[in-house]
């Protein structure tokens, strides 16, 4: 139908039918609401309440580090055996890895013989503990013989085999004193003896300490000895055995000698680094009676020689530390391995059981940091280093030796980074001697060499790793027919939350394997899946996991029972609630539970309120296999400041079964319109309101028609009737008042959504508004802001589609965002280097400006000079920061002059000699641009070019600074030498006075209160 046409009584007619249907059906809607009200106010129920995941009940624990726990394994000797040391082996190319003890063994004559043990350890270490003694090696040739000390490799001294090799350093005295060292290959777990390295007895008085190294990396491992002078035994020797291949022997390739009177050798170890291999010496100076470390290096090529670092002193004042032992760990504070030190601390008269640690690169030993037991008197020989929590870092076991009884050593963990101690305890070991550390793919295993209680030799081995975790849930219960969360957090072994990404976690049921998820970063959430548990099933061990590099190098098992949920309903009294008098103040609250669990339960019900602030709780024991309903009031407000408020009402229940909680909202009011009486009332009113209405209607459309039947005859009009046509006319109405206003924002957001041929318009005004307040903040100075606007600016230049506004928009972006993303570098060599490059990039230009919609668009380059001349400063290159300084000052307007000044005035304060300003041949668009700025005579004030050197007006030259070499202009504070009456900028002559006590031009003797002002200064 055509509401054009339509008649005036046919458009009257479909009006009053539409008003009165309309009308029929608010009437019949309150009279509905009024019988439904008035019959079910009884109030809403909520249900199924939200879980809280606090996880705030600990399942299981097991973050407080026990070392004595982690015992695997210990072995007990006769007193026939007489054990040195041990020492770690990892043989991946023969078998997994063990020990290999060296001492001696007494036969029936009492004679000594030589003795090796191979104590070997697999993956079996997870399950039985016991290691297997696979050899012993005697040396039966020689009587008297002991073995000192061995070093292994993992492969055959000479590239011969894959066999491992073991260095057996041994010592002879059944005539007279001599050292040999056996070289011994291990094949399927027994010893081989391949040849032995004859010491030079003329060379060597007495032997320390060895270790082997490939250092050319030609497969033929040196073998490097320090000991005593046997001719001079004031004077140490380092020495290099190298293996001829020829003669298939060792043979002397190297020796360094050095003064060591009264010093004792207790110790060597190698640090290796890219090009040299370092030793590592400790022992003590007998005379200061004070420990020290040598480092000496030796490079790692075919022509080397040894060169002597450096002889540290370890000075602690009054007390006194002695070393016995050396090792090397890793920590976080370096990547290279870090020097412990164990021995013991002497204090007054007192001694402890103390470990010292010592940092070494290239040459150079750190700060010593000493820590020391509570056990007096004691002494410590050795000790271990062990990643205990494997994260790579290291932990330092400090152990005790007893030398005035026969006691139980005692320990005590510290880490490695800040000595913080971390566990201690009492071993089984007495005079613990000597340690090693075993790292295995599955297992760190730790050893201790000393006595047992009837004074033999004896070895106990400690699991070296230990990972504390915590499980915890929202109760003490995983719930069937649901997903159950259960935290898993791991610790440092501080007690610290630990973030671990390096294992991973698996947990599963022990009786249902198929229920299991893994975590492969802690701390997090795992999730058990109970939906399809068997309800019979009451409760099932949870099993955790952790696994590294494939192995499982922990497990935690622990008991959880199986519940489910009881029902809990709240019920609320009719909303909104009505307040008319005090009484009407308090509201009841209801709790239906329903306990369908073999076991009663507390619940403690709290509710609070936001608005009326208050907060009302009991408690209720619940009954097993019971439906109770409890009551609680809710104390509402009845004087607050509207007639209609909302409360919001949280509702916490917490239950030995988790935490749960509803939350709601309960409107509130002190006006009529919600009770029954008071719908009846308002369905009076809406009675009149209808009749009054539908008279005014009338009177209306009266009018209305009135009006177009006037127009249809004057204007020949159509009758105006449709509703799509006021739409229309409100939205060109709209957007004549956006266009009027210039109010584009809403513009565009109407032309989108009704008219989008009128885009185009309100983007021209958006890139207009936004290209001018770029402009005005890039004079400013703020790029990055005029940056954010120029780029807006352009997505309105994309709508308008015209090429060449395009075209310098995104020229001038271009230099801008660099300049942007220079001013944010914090590396000071780099952004000055960014900002020359586009400091020369907008020199070199023909034109820096363009126009778009008749703006013109400027980077102003007396900021970017300002900026470069900072960061040169920054950097300290100070004369190029002088220099662009300048620059800024001639291209600044005059109002920011002063600005830069101040800072040129700084740089002639820190010795800068300033320089007349030389713009570079190859920067004529600057040389133009300069020539063309104006600046005010300094005579008479007359504005003329700067590159004019006499005023058209009063003929005087043009004035210099001769501080900064820049041009006075008129008014700008001066001052001159009263000697040579040179003239400069005030700030700079009393800056170079600072500097340089005298004139800068006529050099004599200046000071600051000597200066006065120029003529022109005093004038203006």
């Known amino acids: 139908m055509n509401y054009n046409q339509i008649s005036v009584g046919d458009l009257v007619k479909k009006i009053l039918i539409s008003y009165l249907v309309i009308s029929s059906l608010i009437l019949s809607s309150l009279v509905i609401a009024f019988a439904v009200t008035n019959n079910s106010r009884k109030g809403f129920s909520l249900n199924n309440p939200g879980l809280i995941e606090s996880y705030g009940y600990e ?113 002879i005295t059944n005539i007279t004193k001599t050292f040999d060292i056996d070289i011994l290959e291990i094949d399927v777990g027994h010893f081989s003896l391949n040849s032995t ?106 022509s080397r020689s040894f060169t002597f670092q450096s002889n540290f002193h370890m000075n602690f004042g009054s007390d006194v530390f002695i070393t016995y032992n050396m090792k090397l760990y890793r920590s ?24 010292v640690t010592v940092s070494y690169q290239s040459g150079t030993f750190g700060t010593p940091s000493l820590e020391s037991l509570d056990v007096s008197p004691g002494w410590s020989f050795d000790g271990l280093i062990s990643d205990i929590d494997m994260d790579d870092n290291d932990e330092i076991i400090l152990t005790t030796y007893d030398l005035l009884s026969l ?41 201790w060499l000393g006595y047992d209680s009837a004074g033999d030799h004896s070895i106990e081995f400690y699991l070296s790793q230990y990972i ?262 409100a939205i060109d109405n709209l957007i004549k008042e956006y266009s009027t206003t210039g109010n584009w924002e809403m513009g565009i957001k109407l032309s989108e959504e009704y008219l989008p041929e009128r885009l185009e318009l309100f983007h021209g005004y958006r890139a207009r508004d936004l290209l001018l307040e770029g402009q005005n903040l890039a004079w400013e100075g703020k790029f990055f802001d005029t940056l954010t606007n120029w780029q807006k600016a352009k997505e309105s230049l994309i709508v308008l589609k015209n090429e060449q506004w395009l075209d310098i928009i995104n020229w001038i972006l271009d230099p801008l965002s660099k300049i942007v993303d220079a001013r944010k570098m914090k590396n000071k060599e780099k952004k000055a280097a960014a900002l020359l490059n586009e400091f020369e990039l907008l020199n070199g230009l023909s034109e820096q400006s363009r126009r778009i919609m008749g703006i013109e668009l400027t980077i102003p380059l007396y900021f970017v000079a300002e900026d470069l001349g900072l960061s040169y400063k920054d950097s300290d290159d100070l004369q190029n920061s002088l220099t662009h300084l300048q620059y800024a000052y001639q291209y600044a307007p005059d109002f920011y002059k002063n600005r830069i000044i101040k800072e040129i005035t700084q740089l002639i304060g820190m010795g800068v000699q300033p320089k007349e300003m030389v713009i570079p041949q190859a920067q004529e668009v600057i040389k133009d641009r300069i020539a063309r700025r104006m600046i005010r005579c300094f005579s008479c004030g007359t504005e003329k070019a700067f590159g004019e050197d006499i005023c058209p007006n009063c003929g005087v030259e043009t004035v210099q600074c001769s501080v900064c070499k820049l041009p006075i202009s008129f008014g700008v504070g001066t001052a001159e030498c009263p000697h040579c009456e040179n003239i400069a900028h005030r700030e700079h002559l009393l800056e170079w006075i600072k500097v340089k006590g005298s004139c800068p031009v006529c050099q004599r003797h200046l000071k600051a209160a000597d200066i006065k002002p120029s003529v022109s200064s005093e004038e203006e």
């Open 197 to 302: 390295l004859v010491i030079n007895s003329t060379l060597f008085g007495s032997l320390e300490q060895f270790v082997v190294f490939d250092v050319n990396g030609d497969g033929f491992f040196e073998i490097y000895i320090i000991g005593e002078n046997a001719t001079n035994t004031d004077n140490y020797l380092l020495v290099e055995y190298e293996y001829n291949l020829l003669n298939e022997e060792y043979e002397l390739s190297h020796i360094l000698e050095w003064n060591a009177n009264d010093l004792e050798i207790t110790a060597m170890d190698y640090i290796e680094e890219s090009t040299t291999l370092n030793f590592i010496i400790s022992g003590v100076n007998a005379t200061l009676t004070e420990s020290f470390v040598i480092g000496i290096s030796i490079p790692k090529e075919n």
């Open 332 to 355: 976080n504070e370096s990547a290279n391995p870090g020097i412990v030190l164990f021995g013991t601390h002497i204090s007054g008269a007192d001694n402890y059981p103390s470990c």
């Open 468 to 729: 504390p975790i915590s499980i915890s849930a929202n109760s003490y219960f995983l719930t069937k027919e649901i997903l159950n969360e259960i935290q898993i957090e791991t610790t440092d072994l501080l007690g610290n939350i630990r973030t671990r990404a390096d294992f991973t976690v698996n947990a599963f049921l022990e009786a249902h394997p198929e229920i299991n998820q893994s975590t492969t970063t802690v701390p997090n959430q795992i999730t058990l899946n109970l939906t399809g548990l068997d309800e019979e099933i009451t409760s099932d061990d949870i099993v955790i996991q952790v696994l590294k590099d494939g192995f499982v190098i922990d497990e935690h098992s622990f008991t959880i029972e199986f519940t489910v949920l009881p029902d809990f309903v709240v019920t609320f009294p009719a909303e909104p609630v009505v307040l008319r008098k005090e009484e009407d103040t308090t509201q009841i609250i209801q709790f239906t539970i329903n306990n369908q669990l073999e076991f009663e339960i507390g619940v403690n019900v709290t509710i609070e309120t936001d608005i009326s602030e208050s907060s009302n709780s009991n408690y209720f024991n619940v009954s097993s296999l019971s439906n109770s309903i409890y009551n609680l009031e809710l104390e509402l407000v009845d004087d607050y400041s509207e007639d209609t408020y909302t409360e919001i009402i949280t509702i916490t229940l917490v239950t030995n079964l988790g935490t749960y909680q509803f939350s709601t909202t309960l409107p509130v009011t002190t006006s009529f319109q919600i009770l029954p009486g008071d719908l009846l009332n308002v369905l009076w009113i809406m009675l009149s309101i209808v009749v009054v209405l539908f008279i005014a209607f009338l009177f209306i459309t009266y009018r209305v028609n009135k009006k177009s039947i006037r127009n249809q005859i004057t204007n020949e009009e159509p009758l105006v009737m449709n509703l799509p046509w006021f739409k229309s006319k």
């Open 407 to 447: 006691s139980r050593s005692e320990y005590s963990i510290f880490s490695s980074n800040d000595l913080l101690e971390i566990d201690s305890g009492q071993p089984n070991t007495y005079r613990i001697k000597s340690c090693a550390s075993l790292d295995l793919e599955y297992a760190n295993i730790g050893s």
């Open 59 to 171: 399942l299981y624990q097991d973050t407080e580090l026990d070392y004595l726990l982690q015992k695997t394994a210990d072995l007990s000797f006769n007193d026939s055996h007489e054990m040195n040391e041990i020492n770690s082996v990892d043989f991946t190319n023969s078998f997994a890895g063990g020990y290999i003890t060296v001492g001696s063994i007494k036969n029936q004559t009492e004679h000594k013989h030589g003795l090796l043990q191979l104590i070997e350890f697999d993956d079996t270490i997870m399950t039985d503990p016991e290691p297997f003694v696979s050899q012993v090696y005697l040396n039966t040739t020689i009587a008297e013989t002991e073995y000192l000390t061995c070093r292994a490799i993992n492969t055959s001294f000479d590239s011969s085999s894959q066999n491992p090799t073991v260095f057996a350093l041994k010592e």
